[in-house]
């Protein structure tokens, strides 16, 4: 932005690492795709950037709110404030208002004919100015209040029209000139309109940076991820959050040569993953809670039957059909101890938009390597954020699955070996024949309930897992000093803004989040722990779940606190540094 | 190249595994069936999967020297076409029973007959649950007295044979698990048929049921040929005893199989759509 | 030349041997299912009788193969010996098993299936036009006759059970 100098001068004054943005509209008004177009414009100029969005009930028409951070830095948690809110109308807004945090620093925009804003704006102190977006975007053919929006926002964020408009030229396209121009008309009305408006909270010039970049949402990176760790089939039953996941994968598994099929239901939809991984591919499926509820069962199988698969669960407000709009951690229960019987598997946790590639594909290599099924818990925060990041490095784990070829002789699928992973006959191969069963099976695979095959089997299935060596990917460890801040899943990145925060008060904290949340690796916990004094559990849960689970694995220290809350209200970065903070 | 083509026995497609089904059951007649139609059809047997769910019917896999999947109970089918879509080249045979199949497994059953994979979708149907002693399934007769169901479940029986060709099964028919013979032919033609194929079996239960000994004498061959108009067949099972025996359907839907690129493909290609 | 519908084609002497033979075979191999089915379920007095059965019926095989001299008799066997509508005449009746059966009751399976290759062998007797292939099929008659007379014998040995032969004192057992 700004390189033709035009504002020069509010960068100087107030130059800020971050920057944040909320637009509000309801009924269609386009308040998402404004500040997507913002992120865009933002991430195309070198910023850094994270759009979350909160959402009405309905399917069509609801209230919505897009939710931008913009930042010299990466960035992937909400802030503590809004610095300019942007009201298009306020229709049923304070069903999120808790979301959108306002203070005495906050720029309120607001529509006198769009309804009075929420007591949580009015009364955060806010200034609020009133800029006519509906009537202004009468007075132009086609015109569109969101679009005077837009020149607003970066007329006083300081994009130039033309940067701000190259994305909506693209996404236009072919709705034809027409529809452009109106566009172009109301971008330029709105930044006329908000000239002059004082308003000193501008964002810092990008560092200049020769990465790679990639603007993508977490279910995307996760579908990604997948593919690269070598999936080619999914099995596909639509629900929120996921469905992103499976709608990326439908186009894309065919280009690569995989398949995808829609499921009746989530019970199908993990089944289908079991056969076609035992024909030899690797698979996935991708649900939230309710369908994870359903696709436990099959995860038994799964793990008795050394089926390896992937089972994304892009966790949403619980229990039952809870908040499905929303994002919340609590589907770690029964990701570890849903499973009925003594059933190890692996349960795996991204921290981040970019992340989710990652721990998705090593999910992917972990699950074939082992012969085990492995659920990745994802959340709505970052599965359906969209972020503007450095494109995540290439590693190079594909799904390496040990197969039994020129079988001579007779085959035993589950014979005993000494990392606990057995060569797996896939269909075809002469002489591998076996039958693959949920009972308790000897070393043939045949069903017995002898007491010396079922610990056999047991023990087998237990060390293959926990005699891994999952090297340095298992968790985050970050920093130094006598508290660490002990947290995971999206939460990671707040954490980690918070313990930066500190650091700048001069107080020494360590961020240590388990990537890897099943197998357990209580000695590597120790280490990382070594030294702290004080662990502050952060999660965003009502029951304390991942504080239970700590209990249940690690060794803690004395001193111990949990800074917990249910969703939908998202723990912010602020919040964690003044729980950091206070505990003197 | 000269590749020897090996003729296969009846035997080379049984496994040493005993089954553990009651001497007297119709299933035992049904593994005969299996291997007399592999067979015929002189499949090598690591080219055939059998896939199953939990019942009496479902531990057939073990006792085939084929690859097997001895499932949850009912997802049989699921399961298969997870297989069948991503593994065409192989042979996919389901094997169910009536609960397993109609009860718990009812809305794949609904859901496999509508994706026509091709693979043979095989109901040992005796009309009660063995495994757990006796419990009425979804084709019990409505009076049939149980411990569960004390003087009758007083619901009608589903139609299994009727629900599958309306939900479009491409091939469907009748045997009666006595006349192995009649019953392997059925199933060459069925495992040949193009698509989902559905058998069911009538397999007699000589434990809960031994009135189903009688079976052997009103099953008889359908006085009329296999049709390919739903409708007509729909009609004819409806209104037949419920005995007759043989191919009742035949249709001609195209088989359900996802088109997919090449292997080589890329992936750093679909990057690009995130990049900046 | 015999032919009902569903039986092997018997033109020539070579034929009835082959069927003859797989007849035989057929018998051992259900009897010997029977008799792992009785071993599964325990009743290992049955295991003995549907072993012995089963070596017996196998003893009259390798007669008939002796018989055929150097003419493979497995092979032929192999290719015309389908008994398409049925179980082959020999082979005792699976869904008569019960786990609990007697030895009246395998001996009653062990007549019907030699009266069945009685009658059976006596229809080609009858419609055969090969006189080497009539001459053969009446010596098997009256071998399969002599095994009818032999069961006879054996059942005055094992009376008829009394009614409750089959009332089980245990409950069944739940299994999935």
């Known amino acids: 932005m700004s390189e033709a100098g035009s504002n020069q001068r509010k960068m100087t004054m107030g130059a800020s690492p971050s920057i944040s943005i909320a637009i509000i509209g309801s009924g269609g008004a386009g308040a998402l795709t404004t500040v997507d177009t913002l992120l865009e414009a933002a991430s195309t100029a070198g910023w850094h950037g994270l759009f979350n969005r909160t959402m009405g009930p309905q399917i069509r028409g609801g209230e919505a709110a897009g939710l931008l951070r913009l930042a010299v830095h990466p960035v992937e948690s909400l802030p503590d404030q809004f610095d300019l809110v942007i009201g298009i109308d306020w229709l049923n807004a304070h069903r999120f208002g808790a979301e959108i945090k306002a203070g005495p620093q906050t720029l309120v925009i607001s529509d006198p004919r769009g309804g009075e804003p929420p007591p949580m704006v009015t009364k955060s102190g806010a200034r609020v100015l009133e800029i006519p977006m509906k009537d202004m975007a009468k007075a132009i053919p086609d015109g569109r209040p969101n679009m005077i929006a837009l020149g607003i926002?970066?007329?006083?964020?300081?994009?130039?029209?033309?940067?701000?408009?190259?994305?909506?030229?693209?996404?236009?396209?072919?709705?034809?000139?027409?529809?452009?121009?109106?566009?172009?008309?109301?971008?330029?009305?709105?930044?006329?309109?908000?000239?002059?408006?004082?308003?000193?909270?501008?964002?810092?010039?990008?560092?200049?940076?020769?990465?790679?970049?990639?603007?993508?949402?977490?279910?995307?990176?996760?579908?990604?991820?997948?593919?690269?760790?070598?999936?080619?089939?999914?099995?596909?039953?639509?629900?929120?959050?996921?469905?992103?996941?499976?709608?990326?994968?439908?186009?894309?598994?065919?280009?690569?040569?995989?398949?995808?099929?829609?499921?009746?239901?989530?019970?199908?939809?993990?089944?289908?993953?079991?056969?076609?991984?035992?024909?030899?591919?690797?698979?996935?499926?991708?649900?939230?809670?309710?369908?994870?509820?359903?696709?436990?069962?099959?995860?038994?199988?799964?793990?008795?039957?050394?089926?390896?698969?992937?089972?994304?669960?892009?966790?949403?407000?619980?229990?039952?059909?809870?908040?499905?709009?929303?994002?919340?951690?609590?589907?770690?229960?029964?990701?570890?101890?849903?499973?009925?019987?003594?059933?190890?598997?692996?349960?795996?946790?991204?921290?981040?938009?970019?992340?989710?590639?990652?721990?998705?594909?090593?999910?992917?290599?972990?699950?074939?390597?082992?012969?085990?099924?492995?659920?990745?818990?994802?959340?709505?925060?970052?599965?359906?954020?969209?972020?503007?990041?450095?494109?995540?490095?290439?590693?190079?784990?594909?799904?390496?699955?040990?197969?039994?070829?020129?079988?001579?002789?007779?085959?035993?699928?589950?014979?005993?070996?000494?990392?606990?992973?057995?060569?797996?006959?896939?269909?075809?191969?002469?002489?591998?024949?076996?039958?693959?069963?949920?009972?308790?099976?000897?070393?043939?695979?045949?069903?017995?309930?002898?007491?010396?095959?079922?610990?056999?089997?047991?023990?087998?299935?237990?060390?293959?897992?926990?005699?891994?060596?999952?090297?340095?990917?298992?968790?985050?460890?970050?920093?130094?000093?006598?508290?660490?801040?002990?947290?995971?899943?999206?939460?990671?990145?707040?954490?980690?803004?918070?313990?930066g925060r500190a650091a700048a008060d001069g107080i020494d904290a360590r961020l240590v989040a388990p990537r890897l949340m099943l197998p357990t690796l209580p000695e590597r916990l120790s280490a990382a722990l070594k030294g702290v004094k004080r662990v502050l559990v952060v999660e965003q849960t009502h029951g304390r779940q991942f504080h239970r689970y700590l209990r249940a694995h690690y060794d803690l220290p004395a001193q111990v606190r949990v800074f917990h809350r249910p969703g939908p209200l998202p723990i912010t970065a602020g919040e964690i540094h003044r729980a950091i903070a206070d505990w003197r | 190249m000269?590749?020897?083509?090996?003729?296969?026995?009846?035997?080379?497609?049984?496994?040493?595994?005993?089954?553990?089904?009651?001497?007297?059951?119709?299933?035992?007649?049904?593994?005969?069936?299996?291997?007399?139609?592999?067979?015929?059809?002189?499949?090598?047997?690591?080219?055939?999967?059998?896939?199953?769910?939990?019942?009496?019917?479902?531990?057939?896999?073990?006792?085939?020297?084929?690859?097997?999947?001895?499932?949850?109970?009912?997802?049989?089918?699921?399961?298969?076409?997870?297989?069948?879509?991503?593994?065409?080249?192989?042979?996919?045979?389901?094997?169910?029973?009536?609960?397993?199949?109609y009860s718990i497994g009812g809305n794949h059953f609904l859901h496999a007959c509508r994706r026509n994979v091709d693979m043979t979708y095989v109901v040992m149907d005796n009309h009660i649950y063995g495994m757990t002693k006796g419990q009425p399934s979804p084709t019990t007769e409505s009076e049939f007295d149980t411990a569960l169901s004390p003087g009758g479940t007083r619901m009608r029986p589903f139609h299994p044979l009727v629900v599958a060709l309306a939900s479009g099964a491409n091939f469907v028919a009748r045997c009666f698990s006595g006349d192995p013979n009649g019953t392997a032919d059925v199933l060459v033609e069925a495992i040949k048929h193009p698509g989902f194929s559905f058998i069911e079996i009538l397999s007699p239960c000589v434990t809960f049921r031994p009135d189903e000994k009688a079976w052997k004498d009103q099953v008889h061959a359908a006085p009329v040929g296999a049709t390919d108009d739903p409708g007509k067949a729909a009609r004819r099972i409806m209104t037949d005893d419920g005995f007759n025996i043989g191919v009742l359907y035949r249709g001609d839907r195209t088989p359900y199989q996802p088109a997919t690129g090449a292997t080589n493909f890329d992936l750093s290609e679909l990057e690009k759509e995130f990049e900046i | 030349m015999s032919k009902t519908p569903g039986t092997p084609k018997v033109a020539v002497l070579n034929d009835l041997l082959a069927v003859a033979y797989q007849v035989e075979i057929d018998a051992v191999d259900r009897y010997k299912m029977l008799a792992d089915q009785m071993e599964t379920h325990n009743n290992m007095e049955l295991v003995k009788i549907f072993r012995d059965l089963a070596r017996a019926e196998g003893i009259h095989g390798e007669e008939i193969r002796r018989l055929a001299g150097d003419f493979d008799v497995a092979a032929h066997a192999q290719k015309i010996a389908k008994f398409e509508r049925s179980d082959s005449p020999e082979e005792a009746d699976l869904g008569s098993a019960h786990y609990l059966m007697t030895p009246w009751h395998a001996l009653q399976l062990s007549l019907a299936g030699e009266e069945r290759a009685l009658a059976y062998f006596t229809s080609i007797v009858e419609t055969a036009k090969d006189p080497k292939v009539k001459a053969l099929a009446a010596e098997l008659v009256e071998e399969e006759a002599e095994h009818v007379q032999l069961v006879h014998r054996l059942l005055q040995r094992y009376p008829k059970p009394s009614e409750n032969w089959a009332d089980d004192l245990d409950p069944p057992v739940s299994q999935e």
């Open chain 2, 2 to 101: 000269n590749v020897e083509t090996r003729v296969y026995k009846q035997a080379d497609y049984k496994s040493d595994v005993k089954p553990i089904w009651c001497p007297g059951c119709g299933d035992y007649h049904v593994l005969m069936s299996f291997s007399r139609a592999f067979a015929q059809l002189g499949l090598p047997p690591e080219q055939i999967a059998v896939i199953s769910g939990i019942g009496c019917s479902s531990r057939i896999p073990a006792y085939t020297s084929c690859y097997g999947f001895h499932g949850v109970h009912g997802r049989s089918l699921a399961l298969a076409a997870g297989l069948k879509v991503t593994r065409p080249d192989l042979t996919v045979v389901v094997a169910s029973g009536d609960g397993d199949g």
């Open chain 1, 153 to 499: 926002a970066s007329r006083l964020l300081g994009f130039t029209i033309e940067q701000v408009f190259a994305p909506i030229g693209k996404r236009l396209a072919d709705k034809g000139p027409a529809a452009i121009e109106a566009s172009l008309a109301g971008i330029k009305a709105g930044f006329s309109a908000a000239d002059g408006i004082e308003f000193d909270r501008q964002l810092a010039a990008p560092k200049p940076s020769s990465a790679r970049r990639w603007l993508l949402s977490g279910n995307e990176a996760t579908a990604l991820g997948a593919l690269r760790g070598g999936v080619r089939f999914a099995a596909a039953y639509p629900i929120t959050p996921a469905t992103e996941i499976l709608e990326w994968l439908a186009p894309n598994l065919a280009k690569v040569g995989g398949v995808l099929l829609q499921a009746e239901d989530e019970l199908a939809a993990i089944n289908m993953i079991i056969g076609s991984s035992y024909g030899g591919t690797p698979s996935m499926t991708a649900t939230s809670g309710p369908g994870l509820s359903l696709m436990i069962e099959a995860l038994g199988l799964a793990t008795a039957a050394e089926i390896p698969l992937v089972v994304v669960d892009v966790m949403r407000g619980g229990p039952s059909t809870g908040i499905p709009t929303k994002s919340e951690q609590t589907d770690l229960n029964i990701a570890i101890y849903g499973l009925h019987g003594d059933a190890p598997h692996l349960v795996l946790a991204p921290q981040s938009v970019g992340d989710c590639l990652f721990t998705t594909q090593w999910a992917t290599y972990l699950a074939e390597s082992l012969q085990a099924p492995a659920i990745v818990l994802s959340d709505q925060f970052m599965g359906q954020a969209r972020a503007a990041i450095d494109r995540p490095a290439d590693v190079s784990f594909i799904g390496a699955r040990v197969t039994a070829t020129n079988i001579a002789g007779t085959y035993a699928r589950y014979a005993m070996t000494a990392n606990g992973v057995s060569p797996m006959a896939l269909p075809g191969t002469p002489g591998g024949q076996y039958t693959a069963d949920g009972l308790t099976h000897a070393q043939s695979g045949l069903p017995t309930s002898g007491a010396g095959d079922h610990l056999a089997q047991l023990d087998k299935r237990r060390d293959k897992l926990e005699k891994f060596n999952f090297g340095d990917h298992w968790a985050t460890v970050e920093g130094d000093g006598d508290l660490a801040v002990l947290t995971w899943g999206s939460l990671t990145s707040a954490a980690r803004e918070a313990v």
